[in-house]
């Protein structure tokens, strides 16, 4: 017992009662100790947007064309005979007027015929002039004669003088084809155009209904280009097909705005610009690609050319309620964020109409006519997010 209560063994108790009364004291002080209340912070994302307003948007449709003829004219003369003349436009690559002389035959047999033929006419009404002289004749002494018997059609000479009507309108008829063969020894077409290949030399012998060569009208070259029908239906939209053919056209595609744009003829450089409006469509798909001819007639400007390649542009008819949103809007995903009027975050999902260079053009499911919308990716974003906005720009309409 002695041993026990040693001086060593004394101080390791004294060590041991310390050490247990601190951890202790130490766990009632913190049993007791009040902590101060602490509220967490609510996160508010910062974020970009643009004040956008809903609008009807025309969406630019485009595609490379081919300029065609519509169809060409053979040079074919009417008449036969030895060419005497040819314009020195009458070749390949000349312009043509309207009406315009292109080559001359000798005329001098057609002017012997329409002298023959006026003879001709000359003769039969004075044979009917004759006939009727003695009709009248017959008829006086008939009646003076024969005062209450009805006159018969022999002496009153019907059938001599409707035969003589008969012979001089059969002559008429022989000189006014004669006068037109006549006019067909100098060539014209009712139309200014251009010519494709032309053989015609002075002193050569043509015969009529052959040809001799191919012209095309200025005014029936079209722009061809084909579109798939998710374009075309943009095309239509504003349009009702109840009706069909030229109808159809009229009215289909009235609202529609067409610019070709095509390189100068002759020119290093530059571009010239016309305006257009869309004819007709194929009337069957291709074959391979699926997609549909669209024919485009072109306004003004005569510097197009037979297989030249243009770039057109169909703006189609305004298409109403749609939004035009930044490239940047639109989130992974394919949807985006509007930043409503307290600053929280909605998300709606967009309906893409078409994806433009400077822009998308969407409908949104919403009934306000504006709004603001984030327009850039926004990490951690959540519906229902508070943000606070640190741009604010003003969308283009």
């Known amino acids: 017992m002695g041993k026990i209560f040693s001086r060593e063994n004394r101080q390791l108790v004294l060590v041991i009662i310390i050490v247990v009364g601190a951890v202790a004291l130490s766990r009632m002080l913190s049993s007791t100790k009040t902590l101060p209340d602490q509220k967490p912070e609510?996160?508010?994302?910062?974020?970009?947007?643009?004040?956008?307003?809903?609008?009807?948007?025309?969406?630019?449709?485009?595609?490379?064309?081919?300029?065609?003829?519509?169809?060409?004219?053979?040079?074919?003369?009417?008449?036969?005979?030895?060419?005497?003349?040819?314009?020195?436009?009458?070749?390949?690559?000349?312009?043509?007027?309207?009406?315009?002389?292109?080559?001359?035959?000798?005329?001098?047999?057609?002017?012997?015929?329409?002298?023959?033929?006026?003879?001709?006419?000359?003769?039969?009404?004075?044979?009917?002039?004759?006939?009727?002289?003695?009709?009248?004749?017959?008829?006086?002494?008939?009646?003076?004669?024969?005062?209450?018997?009805?006159?018969?059609?022999?002496?009153?000479?019907?059938?001599?003088?409707?035969?003589?009507?008969?012979?001089?309108?059969?002559?008429?008829?022989?000189?006014?084809?004669?006068?037109?063969?006549?006019?067909?020894?100098?060539?014209?077409?009712?139309?200014?155009?251009?010519?494709?290949?032309?053989?015609?030399?002075?002193?050569?012998?043509?015969?009529?209904?052959?040809?001799?060569?191919?012209?095309?009208?200025?005014?029936?070259?079209?722009?061809?280009?084909?579109?798939?029908?998710?374009n075309l239906h943009w095309l239509r939209s504003a349009k009702s097909l109840s009706s069909s053919g030229d109808e159809i056209a009229a009215r289909e595609f009235s609202e529609i705005a067409v610019q070709i744009v095509f390189q100068a003829p002759g020119e290093a450089s530059g571009e010239l610009s016309i305006s257009g409006e869309i004819l007709r469509l194929g009337a069957v798909l291709n074959d391979t690609t699926r997609f549909q001819e669209v024919v485009i007639k072109p306004i003004g400007d005569g510097q197009l050319l037979p297989g030249m390649l243009t770039d057109v542009v169909l703006n189609s008819a305004p298409i109403a309620d749609t939004w035009k949103l930044p490239t940047t809007a639109i989130q992974v995903g394919e949807f985006v964020w509007r930043v409503d009027d307290d600053l929280t975050l909605h998300r709606l999902e967009p309906e893409i109409i078409?994806?433009?260079?400077?822009?998308?053009?969407v409908r949104l499911p919403l009934s306000s006519s504006n709004g603001r919308f984030v327009d850039s990716a926004v990490a951690g974003a959540v519906e229902g997010a508070m943000v606070v906005i640190i741009d604010d720009q003003v969308g283009e309409q």
């Open 42 to 230: 609510s996160v508010q994302l910062p974020v970009t947007v643009v004040t956008l307003e809903s609008a009807a948007h025309r969406l630019p449709i485009r595609s490379t064309g081919r300029v065609i003829p519509r169809g060409t004219v053979s040079i074919t003369p009417q008449v036969s005979g030895r060419v005497e003349w040819v314009s020195d436009n009458l070749y390949s690559g000349g312009y043509l007027e309207k009406n315009q002389s292109l080559f001359r035959i000798e005329a001098a047999d057609y002017e012997n015929n329409v002298a023959r033929d006026q003879a001709e006419v000359a003769k039969a009404e004075t044979d009917l002039a004759l006939e009727r002289a003695e009709a009248n004749a017959a008829i006086a002494e008939w009646q003076a004669l024969n005062e209450n018997i009805v006159l018969p059609a022999l002496v009153s000479r019907e059938p001599q003088i409707a035969q003589a009507e008969a012979e001089l309108a059969a002559a008429q008829a022989r000189l006014a084809q004669a006068e037109l063969n006549l006019s067909r020894t100098q060539y014209r077409l009712p139309f200014a155009g251009r010519v494709i290949s032309s053989s015609l030399e002075a002193g050569e012998y043509v015969l009529a209904g052959q040809s001799y060569g191919e012209i095309y009208n200025q005014d029936s070259l079209e722009v061809v280009l084909s579109l798939p029908q998710a």
């Open 354 to 361: 078409a994806t433009l260079s400077d822009g998308v053009i």
